[in-house]
């Protein structure tokens, strides 16, 4: 062979395996798709080509699987979590990233090791506790649980961010007159934007699919999507179209949202190291 | 050791045209700098000649091997990078014996003291169990050098080595340089947008621009008869005076009626004139071929460039060092009726009478 | 406000945070281990044990041994198949072009699917009947045709084990991605010149370089895969029997099914341990890296 057809086969190659991985990645999310669209009949059959309806999403709607309530917990629960958590995170980073503190090591480190912990070790103590003060079953007690698993992430994630952006813009409002709080509120907020709504985007995520806590301390009131899912097992065996359109309504928003963010999302990983 | 053909050579990424139709002899032995601003084309000549880069057309010959389609690791040449590509993980003495290692071109054995020898001529026998980031700049361009000529490769390709270096290392590094290549005496293709790099270095040198070698010489030929407007201007600091008007009588007139020198040819209603400021002399007011006005005086300690303003035009030219002047002063100048280059404006090309 | 006591305040907030959602449960977690706790009991918690707890499951309890056992190859497994196929994928990838950038992208969309839906879609993928993969391995492996993977210890585990490394792939592609990106292309360029093959270049040049990365990425996965929980709790719920039961749910089963809060908090302190060095790793590593 000679070495130009070589070199074509090698690339020709290179493309098939990174197709077919790209199925294997794909396909299962596909699949979803088509059995959400698909009649109770049709999913019982390997089908490709079926008649599609909207039958599923009414049906998760409706009573008794009432996804829409869980939609609401979802999105106030994500939403409240990530409100608190990058104000507060932002204002640490700053601080972690342009100050030397006593124990400043040991306390990225300390937040750090809080991100690694396994969730099922945290959870007892707040079970008993929400159980004693009541809050079992709402969605302050889930806002609480998730800021343990967001707020280590957000501020380590910020930091990296805060680090990039080069300190002689601030020091040049600081020399034309700003204090400090003007200058975090004029300079470093609106420079640090684009990261910050990456974060918050994460955030919103990884709150969104958290599945431990929901499942432990929700019960009825403030279930969440995720939690939802097991709605769908039956007696007669799973509900596949019915987990599907479920399934796409939880995971449709996060798609869109980790497309804007896809520019920042290794750095991001990275940095945050959670998921 | 070999001679280095490149025959119709492109390189095309889309539109974008880096290499377009080069041809190029280089000798056996020969030191050959490819001059030109950045984007030239340059470095894609020479990381094609190396193989890292496939040629869209022609062909590229080391010895008496077409290598077209030769791996780089397969056409025995070494290079030089400007970053200088060393291995990090590697201590000095590994990164200079890894292309022996792996080439196993010599026994085992032998590669300590090929190593040894390598670094002894660029002295870096006392680094060689340090890593590369335990070095300064100048040493690790030393450790480049070494890894390329512990062994004999048919060619050098230098890319820009000495453009990380600061200013006074560079002109020692370049010295170093002129002395191993006449030591070790290997056919040797050296990229650099440093004129005095190339002038300094180069048996030949080629200045590019847009992909194309616009001149092909000796250093002296490139200076002193350069073959159109573009070396003309990228050769020589202070660059080359350029002034536009046209010819009458073999009297040189600029666009705003100056008369300025006498010239080889007779008459060109358009043409651009190029002295050398070291060409044009400051004298008395009223007593050269024309008047200016002083407009800066630099004084750069081994001389003073002097801009003076003529109409329209600005006129370099380099005086000594022990002359003042103040801004704004009238002065004559007086051109050397000898040393001026007429060009075409409309294709760029030298102009050159019959009889020159 | 002298920025000395400004530094300190604006910390503050985010530190009692940090304290009041994971480090006093984690210590809170650590007294319940002492006692004996039932929940279903009154008087939360018990009477005092000191160790015994950790004494019964390290001792008495055989089904602790099967969720070390579970998670230990799980760990090794997930870990060792990510790791491996996520290289290969990044090393086909990095190039770059319009094609792989596309590709790219595309490997965002598992990372936004929560684990407990990965769960549910590979039970739904391997159901014997009308599943995709099921019908999948049944053409390339027939042994395998209508078989119920999920009813099979061993096959249920590997289901397990794909979901996870599934879910898992393209992150870790994609940081490794970065990672291979950010290796300076003339080393790599010098070693072809040298001589070295593209075998050569990868073992000799990009391995060594691509190290740190790699450890970042090994340490980080063999964190979360000792801990999954979710897609193991929506995919076999444990089972059969105990085959899939990784310690976060023998955890999960023990506090909340069955109210032996003590001896949960107990073996969720066992957990603790290995992430201590593996946090202690992962810690030295960023820090080495943000330094440099």
Redesign the interface.
């Known amino acids: 062979m000679s070495a130009a057809s070589r070199r074509k086969f090698w690339r020709t190659a290179?493309?098939v395996?990174?197709v077919i991985?790209?199925a294997?990645?794909?396909?299962?999310?596909i699949?979803?798709f088509m059995?959400a669209f698909k009649s109770h009949v049709d999913?019982?059959?390997?089908k490709l080509l079926f008649k599609p309806t909207f039958s599923n999403f009414a049906t998760v709607f409706a009573s008794p699987y009432k996804l829409g309530d869980k939609l609401v917990n979802s999105t106030i629960v994500a939403t409240t979590t990530v409100a608190?958590?990058i104000p507060?995170?932002t204002?640490?980073s700053?601080?972690?990233s342009?100050?030397r503190?006593r124990g400043e090591?040991t306390?990225l480190?300390?937040?750090?090791?809080?991100q690694?912990?396994?969730?099922?070790?945290?959870?007892?103590?707040?079970?008993?506790?929400f159980r004693d003060v009541g809050l079992l079953d709402t969605r302050t007690g889930l806002v609480?649980?998730n800021?343990?698993i967001v707020?280590?992430f957000a501020?380590w994630m910020i930091k990296g961010f805060i680090?990039g952006i080069p300190i002689d813009t601030e020091e040049a409002a600081m020399v034309d007159g700003s204090?400090?709080?003007q200058v975090i509120r004029n300079i470093v907020l609106p420079m640090a934007a684009p990261g910050l709504i990456t974060s918050g985007i994460f955030c919103f995520?990884i709150a969104?699919?958290e599945?431990?806590f929901a499942?432990?301390i929700t019960n009825k009131e403030s279930v969440t999507l995720?939690i939802g899912?097991a709605l769908f097992k039956a007696e007669e065996g799973?509900l596949?179209n019915l987990?599907?359109a479920a399934?796409i309504i939880?995971?449709l928003p996060?798609?869109v949202?980790?497309?804007i963010i896809?520019r920042h999302?290794?750095?991001g990983?990275?940095m945050g190291?959670v998921? | 050791m070999a001679r280095i053909l490149l025959k119709n050579i492109t390189k095309r990424w889309g539109d974008f045209v880096a290499v377009d139709r080069q041809s190029l002899d280089i000798k056996d032995r020969e030191f050959l700098v490819l001059l030109g601003p950045s984007g030239c084309g340059k470095t894609t000549t020479m990381r094609m000649i190396?193989?890292?880069e496939e040629p869209t057309a022609g062909e590229v010959w080391i010895g008496d091997r077409m290598v077209n389609d030769d791996?780089?690791?397969d056409?025995d040449?070494?290079?030089v990078?400007?970053?200088?590509?060393?291995?990090?993980?590697?201590s000095v003495f590994n990164n200079i014996a890894?292309?022996l290692k792996?080439?196993k071109s010599v026994p085992r054995s032998r590669i300590p003291e090929l190593v040894n020898e390598a670094a002894e001529r660029v002295e870096l026998v006392p680094f060689l169990h340090r890593r590369p980031r335990e070095l300064s700049g100048g040493q690790r361009q030393r450790v480049a050098l070494a890894?390329a000529i512990v062994r004999e490769p048919q060619a050098f390709?230098m890319d820009e080595p000495l453009s990380n270096l600061d200013a006074k290392l560079r002109v020692t590094m370049r010295a170093e340089l002129k002395h191993l290549s006449h030591e070790l005496q290997i056919t040797t293709v050296y990229v650099t947008h440093d004129q005095i790099e190339a002038m300094t270095l180069a048996d030949r040198i080629g200045v590019m621009n847009e992909g194309k070698i616009r001149q092909l010489g000796t250093p002296d030929e490139i200076y002193n008869d350069p073959a159109n407007i573009f070396v003309a201007d990228f050769i020589g600091s202070p660059s080359m005076n350029l002034i536009s008007g046209r010819v009458e009588g073999h009297q040189f007139v600029t666009v705003d009626r100056h008369e300025l020198t006498r010239t080889a040819m007779g008459a060109m209603s358009q043409a651009v004139l190029g002295v050398r400021a070291e060409d044009i002399h400051v004298v008395a007011a009223g007593s050269g071929d024309v008047d200016g006005q002083v407009y800066a005086a630099e004084n750069t300690g081994e001389n003073v460039v002097l801009t003076l303003q003529l109409g329209g035009q600005r006129i370099t030219c380099k005086e000594d060092r022990y002359i003042r002047f103040s801004i704004g002063e009238t002065v004559g100048l007086k051109f050397d009726s000898n040393k001026n280059y007429l060009f075409d404006p409309s294709t760029g090309d030298r102009v050159r009478s019959p009889g020159n | 406000?002298r920025?000395n006591t400004?530094?300190?305040l604006?910390?503050l907030?985010?530190?009692l945070?940090?304290f009041a959602?994971?480090?006093?449960?984690?210590i809170?977690?650590f007294r319940?281990s002492l006692f004996q706790g039932r929940?279903t009991r009154p008087g939360?918690p018990q009477g005092f044990l000191g160790f015994e707890n950790y004494v019964w499951a390290l001792t008495e309890e055989p089904a602790f041994w099967n969720s070390v056992a579970v998670t230990a190859v799980y760990t090794v497994l997930t870990v060792g198949l990510t790791v491996a196929l996520a290289l290969g994928?990044a090393l086909?990838?990095v190039p770059g072009g319009r094609?792989?950038m596309s590709?790219q992208?595309?490997?965002?969309?598992?990372?936004?699917?929560?684990?407990?839906?990965i769960g549910?879609?590979?039970?739904?993928?391997f159901?014997p009947?009308?599943g995709?993969?099921d019908?999948f391995f049944g053409l390339v492996i027939p042994p395998l045709a209508d078989i119920s993977w999920l009813s099979d210890p061993v096959l249920a585990f590997a289901v397990c084990v794909m979901a996870d490394v599934?879910g898992w792939?393209?992150?870790l592609t994609?940081?490794l991605?970065?990672g291979l990106a950010a290796i300076?292309r003339?080393?790599i360029?010098?070693?072809?010149?040298?001589?070295?093959?593209g075998w050569?270049v990868f073992r000799?040049?990009t391995i060594?370089?691509l190290?740190p990365v790699l450890a970042?990425v090994i340490i980080?996965k063999s964190?979360?895969s000792?801990?999954t929980?979710?897609q193991i709790?929506?995919l076999t719920n444990g089972g059969p029997g105990t085959a899939t039961q990784t310690?976060?749910h023998y955890?999960?089963f023990n506090?909340?099914k069955y109210g032996q809060?003590g001896y949960?908090?107990a073996v969720?302190?066992l957990?603790?341990i290995p992430?201590?060095f593996?946090?202690y790793a992962?810690?030295k590593l960023?820090?080495r890296r943000?330094q440099q």
Do not use: C
Request: without cysteine.
């Open positions: 290179q493309a395996v990174i991985a790209v294997i990645m794909i396909i299962p999310i699949w979803i059995a999913v019982y059959q390997l608190i958590a507060v995170a204002l640490a700053y601080s972690f342009r100050f503190m090591t306390m480190v300390m937040i750090l090791a809080t690694f912990v396994p969730a099922v070790v945290i959870v007892l103590p707040f079970f008993v506790m609480l649980v800021l343990a707020m280590p501020i680090d204090t400090r709080l995520i969104w699919n599945f431990l499942l432990i995720p899912l799973d596949w987990l599907s399934g939880i995971m996060m798609f949202l980790a497309l896809r999302f290794v750095q990983m990275t190291a998921r | 190396a193989g890292l791996l780089p690791k056409r040449v070494a290079m990078f400007q970053n200088y590509g060393l291995y990090p993980h590697m890894y292309p792996i080439r890894r390709l | 406000m920025d400004l530094k300190y604006l910390v907030p985010a530190i945070v940090v959602t994971a480090v006093w449960p984690l809170q977690s319940f929940l939360f994928l086909l990838l094609f792989r590709v992208t595309l490997l965002i969309l598992p990372f936004a699917m929560s684990p407990a839906l549910v879609s590979f039970r739904f993928m159901n009947e009308f995709l993969f019908a599934w792939i393209p992150f994609l940081v991605i970065g300076p003339d080393t360029e010098a070693a072809q010149v040298d001589g070295a093959s050569q000799d040049v060594p370089q190290l970042v980080l964190i979360f000792l801990k929980f979710d709790y929506m310690l976060s955890v999960y506090g909340l809060l949960s908090a969720a302190w957990m603790v992430m201590i593996l946090t992962y810690a960023v820090f943000t």
